[in-house]
């Protein structure tokens, strides 16, 4: 299928790995000029010329910190007028909510709600103008289906949703659309990280942790990114115009539910 990107321009957050780097290639292998942000240049430059050898696309590379108002701006410079808008950033870490004090939630609700919303505020009025938008959020599946020891990451993220919920409804009229993809169990780098936090407490190796994991989910296994980055591209495509406002679950049926 065409998705009919070609020549289109992305901004992808937080893209040198995991998910945000499984969308950088997606869009990129659909013809579309990428620029790509992430903390560490040495990692995020690597990936950059992996992109490019893997897809001949052109990308641009941003280090810095997306969740800061410098990052932001150093982004937009590179990227000023992006047809699409990837918002990703690391979520925070795992634990009991009596431990998190007021300073942990004012980061995890800078990185996770006011940023994406700062990007949007700061593109979305562009894409209206040139009748052309994608908006993707990556977020996560506990914003449907609470997972107890990410109380901090479901918090922040669902305020994010409900911000969306609304403005994504006021620019769809326009050919601008936002949406949101939720990742359940993927094997990232933050997936194996909070494995390896919860094996040392069990007494279990993190690929244990891992294998028993993909067994709770009804496809037996955890999810490969390059399928989520295909995801992320097909929402991003001229063809999903009448897709507007949806949180899209990737979990591989974990959350059961009629109406999904």
């Given at each position: ?37 992430a903390r560490t240049a040495e990692t995020l430059e690597a990936t950059a ?212």
């Amino acid at each position: 299928m065409d998705l009919g990107l070609a020549g289109k321009r992305a901004l992808v957050c937080a893209a040198s790995k995991g998910l945000g780097r499984a969308c950088a290639i997606s869009l990129a292998r659909e013809g579309v000029a990428i620029t790509i942000t992430a903390r560490t240049a040495e990692t995020l430059e690597a990936t950059a010329a992996e992109i490019r050898a893997m897809t001949g696309a052109s990308v641009t590379t941003v280090a810095g910190d997306i969740t800061t108002e410098a990052g932001r701006a150093a982004a937009l410079a590179a990227c000023p007028e992006p047809d699409i808008l990837i918002n990703n950033a690391g979520g925070p870490p795992p634990g009991d909510f009596r431990e998190w004090e007021r300073d942990a939630w004012i980061k995890a609700l800078d990185a996770n709600m006011l940023t994406p919303i700062f990007l949007i505020r700061s593109v979305v009025d562009g894409m209206v103008a040139r009748k052309f938008g994608r908006i993707v959020n990556i977020t996560s599946a506990s914003v449907k289906s609470p997972i107890p020891t990410l109380g901090m990451s479901y918090g922040v993220r669902a305020g994010l949703t409900g911000v969306v919920a609304g403005l994504a409804r006021q620019v769809a009229q326009h050919n601008v659309t936002i949406n949101s993809l939720l990742p359940g169990p993927f094997l990232t780098d933050r997936l194996r990280a909070n494995s390896a936090a919860a094996a040392a407490q069990a007494g279990k190796s993190a690929d244990d942790l891992i294998r028993e994991r993909a067994l709770t989910t009804p496809a037996g296994r955890v999810g490969d990114p390059a399928e989520f980055g295909d995801a992320c591209a097909f929402l991003c495509s001229a063809n999903a115009g009448f897709i507007v406002g949806q949180n899209l679950l990737m979990d591989g049926g974990t959350f059961n539910s009629m109406m999904g």
